[in-house]
């Protein structure tokens, strides 16, 4: 039986409170390595950790980490530009939360 208008949507569940390496963020967002370096240089991603060999991310950087490569990949924003968007979006999400008394 065919499903035209069926969609399948796969990922990956990441506990919010989970703590990734650079290696296993890289693998969940696609992304090489230098690229998520450039994220946590610019403030985009919060890492913990002395050097990106052993940082750590928390499940919450995925999320963001994404959003950031899709800002610049398909608005090809710079990453500072990516920055100021996040904060933004950021801003906005707290603001409709404080909106709905959450």
Same mark, same amino acid.
């Given at each position: 039986m065919?499903h035209d /208008?069926?969609? +399948?949507l796969?990922?990956?569940l990441?506990?919010?409170e989970?703590?990734l390496?650079l290696?296993? @963020?890289? $693998?969940?967002?696609?992304?090489d390595?230098?690229? +998520? !370096?450039?994220?946590? &240089? &610019?403030g !985009?991603?919060?890492a913990?950790?002395?050097a ?5 991310f &928390?499940g919450a ?7 950031a @490569?899709r800002?610049?990949r398909?608005l090809? !924003? /710079?990453?500072a =530009?990516?920055a100021?968007a996040?904060d933004?979006?950021? &801003?906005l999400d707290?603001l409709?939360? $404080?909106?709905? =008394? +959450?």
């Amino acid at each position: 039986m065919a499903h035209d /208008n069926l969609d +399948i949507l796969t990922g990956t569940l990441v506990d919010a409170e989970a703590a990734l390496s650079l290696d296993e @963020l890289c $693998r969940l967002c696609g992304a090489d390595t230098a690229v +998520i !370096i450039e994220l946590v &240089e &610019e403030g !985009i991603l919060p890492a913990s950790g002395a050097a990106p060999q052993v940082w750590s991310f &928390e499940g919450a950087a995925l999320s963001r980490a994404r959003r950031a @490569l899709r800002l610049h990949r398909d608005l090809q !924003i /710079n990453l500072a =530009g990516v920055a100021l968007a996040l904060d933004l979006m950021d &801003e906005l999400d707290m603001l409709r939360r $404080r909106l709905r =008394g +959450i």
